[in-house]
């Protein structure tokens, strides 16, 4: 075997995409699973393309054997590194045979083929494939793919069509990312589905025995995704099973797999009695994000990593929009936009801003990010908006049509809009290319008759970007009177140039209803008047700007507070009351219109006015704000409460859920007066899991000292609800107590670091659940991230990594605070060994 060297921690750029000299049409695989040694035997059926050796990747695999057209591959002929095996001078076309060994029972990264629990599952995206076999993976290498797992495991899964007991054949060219295989002792609930085109489709949800009664709520979700999918995007299934199989041990939420979608359990099982309305609403998102991953992902896939947005962006659109149409347009849209805000807003403010489509990276995994994914499906929405419904279905025909098959690119998704609307989407393109969130400043001025709106779009410089040039930002708008009735309904403005403006005759000033529907993912900059915000409040006929008006009302109260020590008036307080009691709104939206802004919201715009925010004021200035709308709501509380029963049995659908929702809040209102006692009474009255924790975690937010006990009792058979226990009482402890308490449980029994959703969720209870108690001054909170950060990452990194982002906003604090985050992050990057993933994210953060 000649030398070779390897290659480490490289960063690989877009600008050096080149296609593969040879490519792999058809790869047949067979298993032999064993915990220890596994023997995977691959078959390659290869084509010359261009010039060059071929280069496969492969990583912590023991080779046994390698062959070219069965003959077995002479030394000179072939070298390895620790991540590659190059052929020398192979022939045109040719099959090449290896044989190796892996241990699925050591593979504690959870990526390629591992355990859990005593079930074989596998990973592969991004990159895990090449550590279960050589082969180029990267996923403009399509292959058909036949399957073969031996042994006697009851239950033995693929990609595509079942050809024989444990043979799989899948007939769909796919790139590795989309390979799966699934063993073990599992139970199905199954159903039929028969597609617009009348192929009978077998449904599965397979899981854990134990498990089965928990899966009715995922099937459904699967069936309304398959017909949505029909009914709008005129996409039908096409293979004769599609199986869903839940996992204990699974770094992110689900994954697409050809036919054969793997999934984080906590995104299956589901009943009333253990999992909350927020559960149920994921599960029914995740299912349908991972189907309908079939035609935009699948079916066409991506050119390179690069593009990873075309197929995340397109489908989080595509499941947002079926989720509007499951549980309502306003609500669902106003909670993606919050959670856009939380996540993305943050991510592009702070050290780890990048495009859509990033121009670099070294870790592919490190980018499965809100950006990617969130912001990448706010561009899918506004380019609906600038082309049309009409021309937005027409684009995406002609996708289907023109690229079934392909792995593409941004440039080919938007040339189809382009060829089918004739619309130029030269400037719009910027949206992938430039990153920060783009504020848009709106002043107004009425004179003579004319009402004129002047606008100002700033995009911010972010790490490697400066000096930008203009985006093209659809602004949705509408004009009211100012006794509230529309006086012009909702209209696009383009703006394409640094500045522009607006203008109308009108006989008295207009109240300006702007970014409606949150139309552009920008900050908007806009003092407009306190009246006309509380019209707006009161009678904007687009449902997300009545609520926006309500949150802007809140956030001006809550940072005067914080940085002016200014009380809350009694126009607003009246204004929420009015809310929380107008028995014609709908209580989802008044359950949200009762949510104060986050603690890390306000950090965020404190930071971004140019003040230092203080985690401990905001703190105490959110249970202050709180306070005093309780206490202007005392009498009504108890009714108000009382009128969102839901008799009968638990139903997760939305019409509930958001009565429960209001139940929630306005519970935790009432804890704010009585220190408990209606929590109490609700927590023990709880016949579902939604009221139990919302009891509880008012319970805890009072100090109670019995009910964490209690709870653990009842539910310590249940590792998903005692996820939402290790969460809850981190997140709702003082937080002078968190750190120690957060500490004090990584030593419970239960406590098990090498389960991404328990690591999780006890360190997303501090870091995003208890931004106070993180941000401890004594810098406690870093340390303990820190120290359990070097831990897991030496296992899995890529949960490690993911979770080291709670340090991206260290630049935000104060001096102190800052000296203590660095010193944890210097203290990170300096550890030897680290990981490539947890390495690149700290270097990104230290810039
Ligand atoms: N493609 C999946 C999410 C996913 C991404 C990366 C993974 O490993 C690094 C695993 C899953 C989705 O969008 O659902
Ligand atoms: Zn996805």
Redesign the pocket.
């Known amino acids: 075997m000649r030398d070779a060297t390897p290659e480490q921690n490289q960063t690989v750029y877009l600008k050096d995409y080149t296609p593969v000299p040879v490519t792999v049409s058809h790869v047949a695989l067979s298993f032999r699973l064993d915990p220890q040694a596994t023997r995977v035997s691959a078959r390659l059926t290869c084509k010359r393309k261009g010039s060059g050796d071929m280069v496969l990747d492969g990583e912590m695999l023991k080779l046994l054997s390698i062959a070219i057209d069965g003959v077995p591959l002479a030394a000179d002929r072939y070298s390895r590194t620790d991540t590659t095996l190059t052929l020398y001078d192979a022939p045109d076309s040719f099959v090449l045979e290896t044989e190796v060994e892996i241990a699925p029972e050591d593979n504690k990264a959870l990526?390629g083929l591992y355990m859990s629990k005593g079930m074989y599952c596998t990973?592969c995206?991004?990159e895990?494939f090449r550590r279960i076999t050589y082969m180029l993976d990267r996923p403009d290498v399509m292959a058909t793919y036949d399957v073969e797992i031996g042994g006697d495991l009851p239950v033995r899964l693929s990609n595509g069509n079942e050809t024989g007991p444990g043979t799989w054949h899948d007939p769909w060219p796919k790139p590795t990312y989309l390979f799966a295989l699934v063993a073990g002792d599992l139970l199905a609930t199954s159903d039929r589905f028969t597609t617009s085109e009348g192929r009978d489709v077998t449904l599965n949800v397979w899981v854990r025995p134990g498990d089965e009664g928990l899966t009715a709520f995922a099937m459904d979700s699967l069936k309304r995704s398959m017909t949505w999918d029909e009914e709008v995007y005129g996409r039908p299934y096409d293979l004769s099973v599609f199986n869903i199989v839940a996992v204990d041990d699974f770094?992110?939420?689900?994954?697409?797999n050809k036919g054969l979608n793997i999934f984080n359990s906590k995104y299956v099982l589901a009943s009333p009695a253990t999992a909350t309305d927020a559960d149920f609403a994921n599960i029914e998102s995740?299912v349908a994000?991972?189907y309908f991953?079939n035609w935009t992902?699948n079916r066409i896939t991506c050119r390179d990593w690069f593009q990873l947005c075309l197929?995340?962006g397109l489908?989080v659109f595509r499941d947002q929009q079926f989720s509007q149409d499951e549980r309502g347009f306003a609500t669902q849209r106003i909670g993606d936009v919050l959670n856009l805000r939380a996540r993305q807003f943050r991510e592009d403010a702070g050290p780890l801003a990048h495009p859509v489509r990033p121009e670099s990276f070294v870790e592919i995994?490190n980018f499965?990010t809100a950006t990617i994914?969130e912001k990448g499906a706010e561009l899918i929405g506004m380019l609906r908006t600038l082309v049309g419904p009409k021309g937005y279905d027409a684009g995406c025909a002609l996708y289907f049509e023109r690229h079934d098959g392909d792995a593409a690119t941004i440039e080919d998704w938007l040339a189809c809009f382009e060829t089918a609307t004739g619309r130029d989407l030269s400037q719009f393109k910027l949206w992938y290319a430039q990153a920060g969130t783009p504020r848009v400043q709106v002043s107004e001025t009425f004179k003579d008759g004319i009402y004129r709106i002047d606008l100002k779009q700033i995009v911010p410089d972010t790490p490697g970007q400066t000096d930008k040039c203009p985006m093209h930002i659809p602004l949705a708008f509408g004009l009211l009177s100012q006794d509230g009735t529309e006086t012009q309904a909702t209209q696009v403005h383009e703006l394409t140039t640094e500045t522009g403006s607006m203008t109308f005759e009108m006989s008295a000033k207009p109240v300006l209803s702007i970014l409606r529907g949150f139309s552009a993912p920008v900050i908007l900059e806009f003092e407009q008047t306190e009246s006309d915000r509380l019209t707006l409040l009161a009678h904007d006929s687009d449902p997300f700007n009545r609520w926006e008006a309500g949150r802007v009302l809140a956030k001006d109260r809550l940072m005067r507070a914080v940085t002016k020590d200014a009380g809350f008036d009694d126009a607003w307080l009246n204004a929420v009351a009015a809310l929380a009691t107008d028995e014609l709104a709908d209580p989802a939206f008044r359950a949200l219109a009762l949510a104060l802004p986050s603690e890390d919201d306000l950090a965020q715009s404190l930071y971004g006015a140019g003040v230092v925010p203080d985690p401990d004021r905001i703190y105490a200035v959110r249970r202050a704000a709180q306070l005093a709308i309780a206490a202007r709501l005392r009498d009504a509380l108890p009714g108000l409460r009382d009128a969102m029963a839901t008799p009968g049995n638990y139903d997760p659908k939305a019409e509930d859920a958001g009565k429960r929702a209001l139940a929630g809040r306005l519970l935790g209102l009432q804890t704010m007066l009585d220190g408990g006692v209606a929590a109490r009474t609700a927590y023990d009255a709880a016949d579902n899991m939604t009221d139990r924790m919302a009891a509880f975690a008012n319970l805890l937010e009072a100090g109670d000292t019995t009910v964490a006990k209690q709870f653990e009792n009842d539910w310590q058979h249940d590792r998903l609800v005692m996820d939402k226990w290790f969460m809850a009482q981190v997140a709702h402890a003082a937080p002078r107590d968190a750190v120690t308490l957060a500490d004090t449980l990584t030593r419970h029994p239960d406590f098990d670091a090498s389960n991404p959703n328990r690591f999780r969720s006890l360190m997303a209870g501090l870091t995003a659940g208890n931004p106070a108690g993180f941000h401890n001054p004594d810098g406690s909170g870093y340390k303990f991230l820190a120290d359990w950060l070097l831990y897991l990452d030496k296992s899995n990194p890529?949960t490690t990594a993911r979770m080291s982002t709670a340090f991206d906003g260290w630049k935000r604090y104060d001096a102190d605070r800052q000296d203590l985050m660095r010193a944890q992050l210097q203290r990170i990057s300096g550890t030897e060994g680290l990981s490539r993933d947890l390495s690149e994210m700290v270097t990104r953060m230290l810039k």
């Open positions: 990526s990973q995206e991004a895990g770094n992110m939420g689900a994954m697409e995740i994000h991972e991953h992902g197929k995340e489908t995994n499965y994914y890529q």
